[in-house]
């Protein structure tokens, strides 16, 4: 078996790319559950920089949301000195292992890969390398940290499975340099669908900005886009498949009122979906106005956030560059002398 490269604890690496406007889904399915991880698991939550210039950016605007997000990461509750919170591209050793992991991946694998054929769509006029070779990058990501498990949604999981295909090759040929990572799973419930459209799940890139509770909405923002979501004219607060609108709302209710789905539907039993909604909306202002109330005072903390990003970065290298190290020996790179 792979050391444990933190003595004890398991390690759980998490990559978010700061591109679109967070959303509510993103909130109650990803950050706000990370804070309960990071007493369990040694956490390294990544802004993926190198990511998102697989599609062009505007860089003002990329260096914005990428420090948004990390101190948004804090807002919610993240513990900077317990957690390492930090920019991908402040270690080399996330670009330095992709190299390397590129020359142990398939064309074959990575043609197979269906963002790439949705993304090479959608962005036909810059069907890039880099966006070809993305899951590499994502494979170095984890692997740098002998990740034990990694947080994914549905749609990153066939990433994930070549990252353990990519890391189960290396150590096939070079004994055990790599831990092989899990999927965290989360617990059901705590995916969030769109308020227009309950079939699909919200996303920060819907084009109906009605469809989704951006986190830093204000409470009139928030109020007004449930009132307007999508319900049924079957008249009942009640927890079933015939009625995904409704379904999708006692679920954000569930989780932001910390109510159980058997409670929600007897306190609206007989009541109608106007009061429901208000009920929704103002559970859903109640944990957003606190959080953007942080988000912004943090924000204003230049200093402290610059400290942060200094130190989690040298953290982060420090731990990346004991894998990368061990992969360059492996692989017959030469000595560094010192
Ligand atoms: N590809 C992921 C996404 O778009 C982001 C990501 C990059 C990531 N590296 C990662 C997620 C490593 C988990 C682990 O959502």
């Avoid at 890391?167 to 990572?181: C, E, K, L, M, Q």
Wanted: charged fraction near 25%.
């Amino acid at each position: 078996m792979v050391k444990r490269m933190i003595d004890g604890k398991k390690s759980l690496f998490s990559g978010m790319q700061a591109t679109g406007n967070l959303t509510l889904g993103n909130y109650l399915g990803a950050l706000r559950n990370f804070v309960k991880l990071s007493d369990e698991y040694e956490c390294f939550f990544c802004v993926v920089d190198e990511h998102s210039i697989t599609v062009r950016q505007d860089p003002a605007e990329l260096r914005k949301r990428a420090r948004n997000l990390l101190t948004l990461y804090i807002a919610a509750g993240l513990d900077p000195k317990k957690n390492t919170i930090y920019y991908q591209s402040h270690v080399s050793a996330h670009a330095e292992l992709a190299w390397i992991l590129n020359c142990f991946t398939y064309m074959g694998e990575l043609q197979r890969m269906t963002q790439f054929k949705d993304k090479s769509a959608k962005h036909a006029d810059n069907i890039n390398a880099g966006l070809f070779t993305y899951p590499v990058l994502m494979a170095a990501d984890i692997l740098l940290f002998q990740a034990d498990v990694v947080p994914v949604g549905s749609d990153q999981m066939q990433h994930l499975e070549l990252t353990r295909d990519i890391a189960g090759r290396f150590n096939s040929i070079y004994g055990d340099v790599f831990t092989i990572p899990e999927p965290y799973l989360g617990k059901a419930g705590a995916r969030i669908m769109s308020l227009q459209d309950p079939s699909k799940k919200m996303s920060k890139s819907d084009e109906n900005p009605n469809a989704s509770i951006y986190l830093m909405d204000d409470k009139d923002t928030i109020m007004r886009k449930f009132k307007r979501a999508v319900t049924d004219s079957m008249a009942q607060v009640k927890y079933n498949d015939e009625q995904p609108g409704v379904k999708n709302l006692i679920d954000i209710y569930s989780v932001c009122s910390n109510k159980s789905v058997a409670e929600v539907e007897a306190e609206f039993d007989g009541k109608g979906y106007g009061e429901f909604k208000e009920a929704v909306g103002e559970s859903v202002a109640s944990i957003l106005v606190p959080l953007q109330s942080e988000f912004n005072r943090l924000s204003s903390e230049k200093a402290f956030i610059d400290e942060i990003i200094k130190e989690n970065a040298e953290k982060a290298s420090y731990y990346a560059n004991k894998t990368l190290r061990k992969v360059q020996k492996k692989i017959g790179y030469p000595e560094r002398i010192r």
